[in-house]
């Protein structure tokens, strides 16, 4: 689980990246792709070809850190590119399910209350 402070944004990276990239190509996907600020303290969450593995890079004041995370199962659900620039944003417990390997675009409450009170 990841906690995103509030007013951090998480930029959702459109398509799949090469994994084999580290911080140095990742920073330069977002500054140079993305037209985004890798040094703004906003979260840039990446996923591979197979669906498998998520990177997240993030600005912490003082350096660039990168969340990484292989799913055993299943995979990390990402949008279509269509009607995109690049990037879409989520909310913070959109991308808390995300790294769980749930469905974040649509997900199912399995409890609702008959009554108030």
Sequence with gaps: M??????????????YTDMRKGI?????LVQDV????????HLFAFRGKRASML???????NGLCLFTK?????????????????SITLTPA?????????DWRAPERIWKPALAG
């Design 24 to 28: 140095d190509g990742l920073s330069m």
């Design 55 to 61: 990177k997240i890079l993030f600005w912490d004041g």
């Design 94 to 102: 959109q991308l808390a399910m995300l790294i769980e390997g749930i």
């Design 70 to 86: 292989r799913i055993d199962q299943g995979g990390f659900v990402w949008p279509i590119m269509a009607g995109h620039d690049g």
């Design 2 to 15: 990841m906690i995103v402070p509030a007013g951090v944004k998480v930029h959702l990276a459109l398509g």
């Design 34 to 41: 993305l037209k985004k600020d890798p040094f703004s303290g």
